[in-house]
């Protein structure tokens, strides 16, 4: 696989951890917030990849590649994830951890 991306390219991490024993909550939770999310988040500009998923051992993750800093930035300002995915996360106890944007040193 070949991505296009430069050195400005931002990679946006945001975790959050929950009892594994919700672990089918959670999935479930995360695959209906895509419901709405993907539709928005795919109108950002600037967006390369995303993607989503929880683990058994209790944490949930939503990891993306973007064309920079700013651009990973919008998703702080996207009332659908920030209201609304939260709010849905925190309803089954996922606790966030802050979101962390790394810059760009390689992929394969």
Same mark, same amino acid.
């Given at each position: ?6 050195k ?6 945001s975790?959050g !951890? ?6 089918? $909550?959670?999935?479930r +939770? @995360?695959? =209906?917030?895509?419901?709405y ?6 109108e950002?500009?600037g967006?390369?990849?995303?993607f989503?998923?929880?683990s ?6 939503h ?5 920079? !800093?700013?651009?990973a930035?919008?998703?702080? $300002?996207?009332?659908? +994830? @920030?209201? =609304? ?5 925190e ?10 944007n790394?810059p760009?040193?390689w992929h394969?």
């Open positions: 696989m070949s991505l296009d991306i430069s400005k390219s931002v990679i946006r991490v975790r !951890d929950f009892d594994p024993s919700r672990l089918d $909550q959670i999935e +939770m @995360v695959r =209906n917030t895509g419901d999310l993907i539709p928005k988040i795919k950002l500009p967006l390369r990849g995303y989503a998923g929880a058994p051992t209790g944490s949930m993750v990891v993306s590649l973007w064309d920079s !800093d700013a651009h930035n919008q998703m702080g $300002q996207l009332k659908e +994830m @920030v209201v =609304n995915a939260r709010h849905d996360a309803a089954l106890g996922v606790q966030f951890i802050p979101i962390v790394y760009f040193s394969i």
